[in-house]
């Protein structure tokens, strides 16, 4: 971190083990640009080689002017952290092989499922490597309105005796697969199982306590509401509680009794409109007795 300074330095990043023996890291960068419009002190990332060294020190050029005023120094540490996955009823599958020495996997699940992952559990030869294609059963409307069913490609993978056999999906949320293997001149491959996941997802709230809270969704046309936390992320600690969900209950709308309604009864509706052709022709004929005595006059 370092004070705006409208000054151009050279400067070089050395490395050590023991503060005694020093070994050149990056030489002659420049440092430049140190001017925040919104702060009075800007933030400098030096990126160097990958190393190990104990002791860094950064020795700045201060020959033509006068030295920067530098108020601290680090570095940053970056880690990744595999997603945690929750799985979702198993699906039914069925196989079918081909003389096209593919082998068809058609994958079930018993109604549209949120679905991060697959894993299959497959039992082949001691050795094997097999392409695999994983497609959605879709359809679409023609030009003349004639519905035309396709595969819609979802992911490539490889099923190996070597790794976990699974696909990554981009949170896909489908009814129905088909995986296709590629067997070439090899004999086709046991599927023992095939498990679908969904990624764990989580969401942050300020709660009271002994109070009773209630989460609603599943309106895909709901528009996500917008709350001053999402200000304050950096005021949120890095360890909160997790709390679970009870049961989930289905929200049905109230259906509406036929003939609650005088207006819901077929019958009504009839007898009412031969009501109102019966009138409109009744007056239709008196209107042209009137007519025609006024004319006789």
């Known amino acids: 971190m370092i004070k705006n300074a409208d000054v151009v330095k050279i400067a070089s990043l050395y490395g050590s083990y023991d503060q005694k023996d020093i070994y050149i890291l990056k030489q002659n960068f420049k440092l430049y640009n140190i001017n925040n419009q919104k702060e009075t002190s800007e933030l400098k990332i030096l990126d160097f080689p990958l190393s190990d060294y104990l002791y860094y020190t950064i020795k700045i ?75 959605e059963p ?32 981009p949170s896909l949320k489908t009814k129905e697969l088909l995986l296709v293997i590629e067997n070439k001149d090899n004999p086709a491959l046991t599927i023992d199982s095939i498990t679908g996941f969904h990624l764990n997802r989580y969401m942050i709230a300020w709660l009271e306590k002994d109070k009773q809270y209630n989460l609603k969704f599943g309106n895909e046309n709901s528009i996500a509401p917008k709350y001053d ?17 009870g ?23 009839w007898i009412a409109i031969g009501a ?22």
């Open 229 to 245: 936390l999402n200000y304050f992320k950096d005021s949120i600690p890095s360890s909160i509680p997790e709390l679970k969900y």
């Open 138 to 169: 879709k359809e679409r409307k023609t030009i003349i309105l004639k519905t035309e069913y396709y595969l819609k490609e979802i992911s490539k993978t490889i099923l190996s005796s070597v790794n976990e056999n699974s696909i990554v999906l």
């Open 61 to 135: 050029d201060d020959s033509l002017s006068a030295p920067l005023n530098i108020l601290k120094a680090g570095y940053y540490d970056t880690f990744r952290e595999n997603g945690k996955y929750t799985p979702v009823p198993s699906p039914e599958f069925t196989k079918k092989d081909s003389t096209e020495k593919k082998t068809y996997i058609k994958i079930v699940f018993d109604k549209e499922t949120l679905l991060d992952k697959l894993e299959f559990s497959v039992k082949g030869g001691p050795y094997f490597l097999r392409k695999a294609t994983l497609y």
């Open 247 to 269: 049961a989930i209950v289905s929200l049905k709308k109230e259906e509406i009794k036929v003939g609650a309604r005088v207006f819901t009864n077929q019958n009504i509706i």
């Open 276 to 297: 109102v052709v019966l009138l409109l022709g009744t007056m239709s004929v008196k209107m042209v007795k009137e007519t025609v005595g006024k004319k006789n006059q």
